[in-house]
């Protein structure tokens, strides 16, 4: 069995979290949630291919939701404790995972992106519902 690696999850779960990559990584191509986060692009181009008049924001809310799931599953992954980590994920590589300074900057890099997002998103939802986006 291949160890996987604590931070290279975490990277990918911060740059490509909305297309499911990490869970991929970790879990393989059976992956249900991975799919799903995959799934998250077709509906969204569907979406806006079908009403093509509504605001981006909203056509595009799958992928928007799937991406900042993504960001919160960065933190989960980066948070979670090396020696839970080896045994969820590497029971039988015979490594043991050393999470270094790296680790830390892309929980924080996670943390600061996906509020930001997050506060993004709140904030034009609330601008096209309340105002109908005379703010952008």
């Given at each position: 069995m ?13 740059v ?11 879990r ?21 291919a ?9 056509v ?7 991406a ?18 080896d045994?969820t ?18 929980l ?7 509020a ?15 105002t109908?986006?005379?703010?952008g």
């Amino acid at each position: 069995m291949r160890h996987k690696n604590k931070t290279l999850a975490t990277f990918l779960a911060l740059v490509a979290g909305a297309l499911g990559a990490h869970r991929f990584y970790l879990r393989g191509a059976g992956d249900l949630w991975g799919w799903l986060h995959l799934a998250s692009v077709p509906l969204s181009a569907a979406l806006w291919a079908a009403l093509p008049g509504q605001p981006l924001l909203f056509v595009g809310a799958p992928l928007v939701l799937s991406a900042l799931i993504g960001e919160l599953e960065a933190l989960v992954i980066g948070l979670t404790p090396d020696a839970r980590w080896d045994d969820t994920h590497n029971p039988a590589s015979g490594r043991q995972s050393n999470s270094r300074w790296l680790q830390v900057l892309l929980l924080i890099l996670a943390l600061s992106v996906g509020a930001m997002g997050l506060l993004s998103a709140i904030a034009r939802t609330f601008d096209l519902l309340l105002t109908g986006g005379a703010y952008g």
